[in-house]
């Protein structure tokens, strides 16, 4: 057979086997669950869950459901399992899938989930439809939804290994801008094949009729009561021709909503996303060069840590790498057993660290070989901070830990934690002070960890907690800001407010000048403002319009040499004078959410961000 004989044998076979794509589908019915919202603080989502399923036993012909994210309200392990022990009621088999609420509030660092659930992505055939489902983040930041890089790769071998079965993906938010930071990729990717008919999700609490870049999307609304208190969720009937969309509330009729077809990909699979992140910002400051980047391999969710022209990085899959700072040349990694979320810190030439796997390690700065591990009972999702030799690290198993970074010694463990850690601590002469997310702000004494004072100030929700922020000091106090958009100074002795402004909106960033007179904070809109250290009464100094838009993202604001540095949720970094608030420049690397920045002297800044990136920026 001749070459151009055979491509023409395999174009009409795709062909083909596209068009009789549809005619393969047996007739089958399904139900959606999303965005449950199970609550350890009232049993109203547990009762409208299990109104539901009661519902969905009792109607004929359901396959089987999807249950589309937005399990918990809190991502917590004991309502994942309370929201599997409800689903385990159902006739019928389920498939999940995470949602926002499990990765962005999670103790456990998502491990709790996948023992509980399974994987975070998988797919599975029904009826001659091939479905395929993925987490979209985003992962312990308040942080735009992310698609990993392998899991997109994985997303597009099983469609083009399954080109002739029709496809359905599932996943929670919806693949747009401004929900995923990198819809385009995953847009891209997907399109190709041909074979998607539909992306089914929830997030929104409604229904909406969407396209993700002209491939078709339905958000379906949530189980808990709407404004008649009826729960409810959706049904879907499938056969060769179409998918009929319908909303189905408690002890009522379903109601069509949307119908898409079968038959055919009803998009171009050639065509691209309708637009892309917007880098022109970079023209308009070119005194600003990357020096090099590098790729880690995996999402990285914490701020890089610097010892002795090495810089040290963790990520998504529990690896701990070392790379040149000259030139970001890869020098060694270390892989423990789970993700790695708070940043490493490294001291005397040992880098100390915590996973998910249960462990904090202490590796060799040289050459990455173990030196130590210490035990936790539960993941270790916190920050590390390394003082005249000791780490001080906070976990999820209600404790907080000083360890000898030589020895590995546990200097002293304070248990009476009400939350899990993920802050990096303040390390003062006499003190240790950190959040956690249990509306709690802790100072223990430095010397033994014996408690001197909690504050909460009144905050009485969890999503509330001052459990992100790097907390600051000058003189007699510390400060904070917390997700109720407040600012606080507390007294370091006593723990007493002096003063909590809501003035300018802030949410979880800050930063201290070196002489300690300014409190940096970026607001949920554009400004970064500055306020003064040393007053009785919150006194803002300057605020700038930075024109970073809608931003959410935890990332502190260090400064050096009279510069103050931030980051954003979409990809940019940027500099401000800090006595003025003059807006020197912004460099966009990305699209996704930069971590905290390192300013290194020089007017050079290291950065890593959620795509795995990492780098040396300076301004010329």
């Known amino acids: 057979m001749t070459h151009g004989k055979h491509i023409l044998l395999c174009v009409v076979t795709a062909v083909i086997c596209l068009v009789t794509a549809g005619a393969q589908v047996k007739p089958f019915r399904f139900a959606q669950l999303t965005d449950v919202h199970l609550n350890p603080n009232g049993d109203g989502p547990t009762k409208a869950l299990l109104q539901s ?50 990765t962005t509030w999670s103790e456990s660092g998502c491990t709790a989930y996948g023992k509980i659930f399974g994987p975070e992505y998988y797919a599975f055939d029904f009826n001659g439809v091939h479905f395929i489902v993925f987490n979209t983040g985003p992962l312990l930041k308040m942080a735009y939804g992310h698609v990993s890089p392998y899991v997109i790769h994985w997303a597009r071998q099983e469609l083009e290994q399954n080109i002739g079965k029709p496809a359905i993906v599932v996943t929670h938010y919806p693949i747009t801008d401004g929900d995923v930071d990198n819809w385009y990729d995953v847009t891209d990717a997907l399109r190709k094949p041909g074979n998607i008919r539909l992306f089914i999700g929830g997030h929104y609490h409604a229904l909406r009729d969407l396209r993700y870049d002209g491939m078709p999307g339905i958000l379906m609304r949530s189980n808990l009561p709407d404004g008649d208190n009826k729960p409810g969720y959706g049904i879907y009937e499938v056969d060769a021709k179409e998918i009929r969309a319908y909303i189905q509330r408690v002890g009522e009729d379903k109601q069509p909503v949307a119908t898409y077809t079968m038959e055919r990909a009803d998009y171009d699979p050639d065509a691209k996303a309708d637009h892309y992140p917007d880098y022109s910002v970079n023209r308009k400051y070119p005194r600003v060069k990357e020096v090099w980047t590098a790729q880690a391999g995996a999402a990285v969710y914490s701020s890089p840590s610097v010892e002795k022209g090495r810089v040290f990085v963790g990520d998504d899959e529990g690896r701990v790498q070392a790379f040149r700072l000259k030139d970001g040349r890869k020098l060694w990694d270390f892989k423990a057993g789970h993700r790695v979320i708070g940043g490493p810190a490294a001291s005397r030439g040992i880098v100390v660290f915590g996973s998910a796997d249960k462990c904090i390690y202490g590796v060799s700065a040289a050459d990455g070989k173990l030196l130590w591990k210490v035990q936790a009972t539960q993941p270790v999702l916190g ?3 390394i003082d005249k030799g000791i780490a001080y690290i906070g976990a999820s198993d209600s404790t907080f830990r000083a360890i000898n970074i030589t020895t590995g010694t546990v200097v002293w463990a304070y248990r009476g934690l009400r939350g899990y850690v993920m802050t990096k601590p303040l390390v003062t002469k006499d003190r240790v002070i950190f959040g956690a997310w249990d509306n709690t702000l802790y100072c223990l004494r430095k010397a033994d960890g014996r408690e001197v004072w909690r504050w909460t100030g009144g905050l009485t929700r969890m999503h509330y907690s001052p459990a992100q922020v790097w907390p600051v000091t000058e003189g007699d106090r510390v400060f904070i800001v917390d997700p109720q958009r407040a600012m606080t100074a507390i007294n370091i002795h006593t723990g007493e407010t002096v003063w909590r402004t809501f003035q300018s909106k802030v949410r979880e960033s800050l930063g201290l000048s070196r002489d300690g007179r300014r409190l940096y904070a970026k607001t949920m809109q554009d400004s970064i403002v500055c306020y003064s250290a040393d007053s009785d009464t919150p006194r803002q100094l300057w605020a700038t319009h930075a024109d970073i838009g809608y931003e959410h993202a935890p990332c502190m604001l260090p400064e050096r040499n009279g510069i103050v540095y931030g980051s954003t949720n979409d990809g940019e970094s940027f500099a401000l004078e800090g006595k003025t608030g003059r807006l020197l420049w912004k460099h966009k690397n990305g699209n996704s959410l930069m971590n905290t920045v390192v300013p290194l002297g020089k007017k050079r800044i290291l950065f890593t961000n959620t795509e795995g990136t990492l780098g040396l920026l300076k301004e010329e």
């Not at 917590?76 to 006739?91: F, G, Y």
């Open 53 to 102: 399923i009661e519902q969905i036993n009792c109607t004929d012909s359901i396959d089987f459901v999807l249950v589309t994210g937005d399990l918990t309200e809190q991502g917590d392990r004991r309502m994942i399992q309370e929201v599997k022990n409800c689903l385990d009621h159902l006739k019928v088999p389920y498939h999940v899938c995470m949602g926002n609420h499990e």
């Open 383 to 385: 920050s590390v901070t």
